[in-house]
């Protein structure tokens, strides 16, 4: 085996793990996954391995530089624990292997552990640690080789050789410390997504909040506009719906606070009665609107769902329809319970201004609305709810006739 299949060979076995390593960040970084540092220094410990395993042991000096590398990738890569495990190999391989004293050994790879702590506490770039690195080495390798490993060989095909490994040294490293930056590149790109997710995330709730506290908002601003203070009977009425409206917005802000994960707690729930107080509640609104209203329901019928997030999708449904009453015109809406075998319909129709085709496709895309001040997530956010409930939520329309919004839900 000749020195340039040798050195070809100590390159293979640095590259190859190092390479399979910045594969692996690549993978946790496109699935935004957690860097665990153990497959750093698993891939460290297997290059050094491999260049004293089965590295060329024919040319000492092709060693003596290359096993050096994974120990400067752990001081790069503030691996300290692991650069002092290697330290430790490498001196009982200098020792058993190339007959080098402990002593002298020990004192060099010291002197490593030193600069680091040094570099590290002057917050200096890695460059000038690596820089510092390879002068060393490249001084005591000189003097090893004329004084201690080969000292009876002509000094200048010695020095030729040194000069031929050492420029093969500084390349090697320089493109190992690309791949290190490569990766940590990686990271720090990863990182800045999901911060950019996180804020997304976080603007999508607050979106989401605001959008939803406004009905219940005003439904306590409707009923404290409408209270005479002098009639009992009104007071015992409307206070305890404006105790459940406040109620509801603060379950909904309380929803949100983790960044708007809906999460529903199913019971056993008797369907008309919350119909019945979802009328209740939006009747003083319909009159005002000048709407008539029909709300057609069986005398008692239970099902298992999340009472109030289903009492959030219809309020929600019943606003839009409001919303979408003709200034000009009446408008008639009705809501039908449709009981089956395998499931229960809820049929909400108006006569409003109804949608384009346009508007009926994308009506479920987030931030997608037509009106001037909204925010394009209540659909969005009751077609969630109604999925979480193993359900759906279909939409019919025509513009200028009115829509007609069918909830179907399991009866089990």
């Not at 075998?341 to 037509?370: C, H, N, P, Q, W």
């Amino acid at each position: 085996m000749s020195i340039i299949d040798g050195v070809i060979i100590n390159i293979v076995f640095l590259f190859f793990p190092l390479t399979l390593y910045t594969i692996y960040i690549s993978y946790i970084n496109t699935f935004h996954k957690e860097e665990k540092n153990i497959y750093l220094d698993f891939t460290i410990f297997t290059s050094l391995f491999l260049i004293i395993r089965y590295g060329s042991t024919k040319y000492t000096l092709s060693i003596l530089l290359f096993i050096n590398i994974p120990l400067l990738i752990a001081y790069l890569k503030d691996r300290k624990k692991v650069a002092i495990l290697i330290s430790l190999v490498l001196i009982y391989y200098n020792k058993i292997f190339l007959n080098i004293s402990i002593y002298y050994t020990l004192i060099e790879y010291t002197l490593y552990f030193y600069i680091y702590i040094i570099v590290k506490r002057k917050k200096v770039h890695t460059n000038t640690f690596m820089n510092i690195f390879i002068s060393i080495k490249s001084f005591i390798l000189s003097f090893e080789l004329l004084f201690m490993i080969s000292p009876n060989k002509n000094i200048a095909i010695s020095c030729l050789s040194l000069i031929s490994l050492l420029i093969i040294f500084i390349y090697s490293t320089n493109i190992i410390l690309s791949l290190i930056k490569k990766g940590d590149s990686m990271i720090e790109l990863s990182n800045v997504i999901k911060e950019l997710d996180k804020q997304k995330s976080l603007k999508l709730s607050l979106f989401k909040i605001t959008h939803e506290i406004k009905n219940p908002i005003a439904v306590c601003k409707g009923y404290l506009e409408m209270i005479d203070y002098k009639d009992r009977e009104k007071l015992e009425k409307y206070i305890p719906i404006i105790k459940s409206e406040i109620e509801r917005t603060l379950t909904i802000i309380n929803d949100f606070s983790d960044y708007g994960k809906l999460k529903i707690e199913k019971d056993m729930v008797d369907l008309t009665f919350l119909l019945e107080e979802i009328e209740e509640t939006m009747s003083p609104l319909l009159r005002r609107n000048k709407i008539d209203f029909n709300f057609n329901m069986p005398d008692e019928l239970y099902i298992n769902l999340d009472y109030n997030r289903m009492k959030q999708v219809l309020i929600n449904i019943l606003k839009n329809a409001i919303e979408a009453k003709k200034e000009t015109e009446k408008m008639n809406l009705t809501l039908d319970v449709k009981p089956t075998k395998k499931f229960i319909k809820i049929i909400v129709k108006d006569t409003g201004i109804g949608m384009s085709k346009e508007t009926l496709a994308r009506i479920s895309d987030i931030f997608y609305t037509t009106k001037e001040h909204g925010t394009g997530l209540g659909v969005a956010l009751s077609k969630e709810i109604i999925e979480l409930h193993n359900g759906t939520i279909n939409y019919k329309s025509s513009l200028g006739k009115g829509t007609t919004v069918t909830i179907k839900l399991p009866i089990k």
